[in-house]
C-alpha cells in the first residue's frame, strides 16, 4: 500500500513537472515571438523614420523651392513699370504691386486680404470694371479710362484684366495690369498748343514780312532824303527813320516773344510769362 502511494506521488509530481516544463517552454516560446515582433517593430519605425527623414526633406525642398519661386514672382511684379491688381472670386484683393500704389496713391498693407469695393471706393472709375469683368466673367484688352485717385488729382490709364483659373480650370478670380498714361496725354496737350502757336507764329512771321518790306523801302528812302534836305524837313526825315526803326522793332520783340512761348510751352508744360507791352513803350 505504501509502495502504490509513493508510486502515485511520483507519477503526480511528473505530470507537475511536464505541465511546467510546457509551461516553461510555451512562454519562451512567446517571449521569443514577442522579442522577433520587437525587433521587427524597432526595424519598421527605423524604416519609417527614414522615410519620414527623407520626406521632410524633399518637403523642406518644395517649401524652399515654392519660397523662392513666390520672391522671384514678387520681383517680378515690383520690377514691372505697370501697376497690377488681382481679386479673388469674392472680390478680395490678394494683390497689389509698387506700381499700383505709386498710381493709386494707396499702401498696399491697408487694402491686402480686404474686400475691394470697400477699400478702393474712393477711387472714382476704378473698381467698378474689375467688379464688372468678375461677374460678367470676360476679359477686357486695352482699354483707356479717367480714374480719380486718393489725392483727389485725375489720371489716364490703359487697362486689360483677364480672367483667374485654377488648376482645373475654375474661375478663381481676375487681374488687372494698367498703365499710367497721364504724361502722355498731357504731353499731347502740349503738342496741340505748340501746334497752335506755330499756326500763330506762322502767320506773325507773314504779318511781319509784310510790315517789314514796306519799313525798309520807306527807311531806306528816308536815309537818301536826310543827304539831301536841311531844316524842318531834316528833323521830319529823322522823325521817319526813328519810327520806322521803332516799328520794325516792335515786331521782331512780338515775333521773338511768341516763339520763345510756344519753346516754353512744349518743353516746361507752360507759356513763359513775357510782358509785351513793354514792346510798345
Same mark, same amino acid.
Given at each position: 500500500?505504501?509502495?502504490?502511494?509513493?508510486?502515485?506521488?511520483?507519477?503526480?509530481?511528473?505530470?507537475?513537472?511536464?505541465? !511546467?516544463? +510546457?509551461?516553461?517552454?510555451?512562454?519562451?516560446?512567446?517571449?521569443?515571438?514577442?522579442?522577433?515582433?520587437?525587433?521587427?517593430?524597432?526595424?519598421?519605425?527605423?524604416? %519609417?523614420?527614414?522615410?519620414?527623414?527623407?520626406?521632410?526633406?524633399?518637403?523642406?525642398?518644395?517649401?524652399?523651392?515654392?519660397?523662392?519661386?513666390?520672391?522671384? !514672382?514678387?520681383?517680378?511684379?515690383?520690377?514691372?513699370?505697370?501697376?497690377?491688381?488681382?481679386?479673388?472670386?469674392?472680390?478680395?484683393?490678394?494683390?497689389?504691386?509698387?506700381?499700383?500704389?505709386?498710381? &493709386?496713391?494707396?499702401? +498696399?498693407?491697408?487694402?491686402?486680404?480686404?474686400?475691394?469695393?470697400?477699400?478702393?471706393?474712393?477711387?472714382? /472709375?476704378?473698381?467698378? !470694371?474689375? %467688379?464688372?469683368?468678375?461677374?460678367?466673367?470676360?476679359? %477686357?484688352?486695352?482699354?483707356?479710362?479717367?480714374? /480719380?485717385?486718393?489725392?483727389?488729382?485725375?489720371?489716364?490709364?490703359?487697362?486689360? @484684366?483677364?480672367?483667374?483659373?485654377?488648376?482645373?480650370?475654375?474661375?478663381?478670380?481676375?487681374?488687372?495690369?494698367?498703365?499710367? &498714361?497721364?504724361? %502722355?496725354?498731357?504731353?499731347? /496737350?502740349?503738342?496741340?498748343?505748340?501746334?497752335?502757336? @506755330?499756326?500763330?507764329?506762322?502767320?506773325?512771321?507773314?504779318?511781319?514780312?509784310?510790315?517789314?518790306?514796306?519799313?525798309? /523801302?520807306?527807311?531806306?528812302?528816308?536815309?537818301?532824303?536826310?543827304?539831301?534836305?536841311?531844316?524842318?524837313?531834316?528833323? !521830319?526825315?529823322?522823325?521817319? @527813320?526813328?519810327?520806322?526803326?521803332?516799328?520794325?522793332?516792335?515786331?521782331?520783340?512780338?515775333?521773338? +516773344?511768341?516763339?520763345?512761348?510756344?519753346?516754353?510751352?512744349?518743353?516746361?508744360?507752360?507759356?513763359?510769362?513775357?510782358?509785351?507791352?513793354?514792346?510798345?513803350?
Amino acid at each position: 500500500m505504501k509502495t502504490l502511494n509513493s508510486y502515485n506521488g511520483g507519477v503526480k509530481q511528473h505530470n507537475r513537472f511536464e505541465e !511546467l516544463s +510546457a509551461i516553461f517552454d510555451n512562454f519562451n516560446n512567446n517571449a521569443q515571438k514577442l522579442e522577433a515582433s520587437y525587433k521587427r517593430f524597432q526595424d519598421r519605425v527605423k524604416e %519609417i523614420d527614414r522615410e519620414m527623414s527623407y520626406t521632410n526633406e524633399c518637403l523642406n525642398k518644395k517649401v524652399q523651392e515654392l519660397n523662392n519661386l513666390t520672391g522671384y !514672382l514678387n520681383n517680378i511684379l515690383e520690377s514691372m513699370h505697370s501697376g497690377v491688381v488681382a481679386i479673388d472670386i469674392k472680390g478680395k484683393v490678394m494683390t497689389f504691386n509698387k506700381v499700383a500704389e505709386i498710381i &493709386l496713391n494707396v499702401n +498696399a498693407k491697408d487694402i491686402i486680404g480686404k474686400d475691394i469695393r470697400n477699400t478702393l471706393n474712393h477711387i472714382s /472709375g476704378f473698381t467698378d !470694371l474689375l %467688379i464688372e469683368s468678375l461677374s460678367k466673367r470676360s476679359n %477686357i484688352i486695352n482699354l483707356e479710362r479717367i480714374i /480719380g485717385t486718393g489725392n483727389g488729382s485725375t489720371r489716364y490709364i490703359e487697362s486689360s @484684366i483677364s480672367i483667374l483659373k485654377d488648376g482645373n480650370g475654375k474661375i478663381s478670380g481676375v487681374v488687372e495690369i494698367f498703365h499710367d &498714361l497721364s504724361e %502722355i496725354y498731357e504731353l499731347k /496737350g502740349r503738342l496741340h498748343s505748340a501746334s497752335n502757336l @506755330i499756326s500763330v507764329g506762322t502767320m506773325a512771321a507773314s504779318v511781319a514780312h509784310e510790315i517789314r518790306n514796306p519799313l525798309n /523801302g520807306i527807311e531806306g528812302f528816308a536815309y537818301l532824303l536826310e543827304r539831301k534836305l536841311k531844316g524842318d524837313s531834316l528833323k !521830319l526825315v529823322k522823325n521817319v @527813320i526813328r519810327g520806322a526803326k521803332n516799328i520794325n522793332k516792335i515786331v521782331i520783340s512780338v515775333f521773338t +516773344a511768341l516763339i520763345v512761348g510756344g519753346l516754353s510751352l512744349l518743353f516746361y508744360g507752360k507759356a513763359s510769362n513775357v510782358d509785351v507791352s513793354k514792346f510798345f513803350n
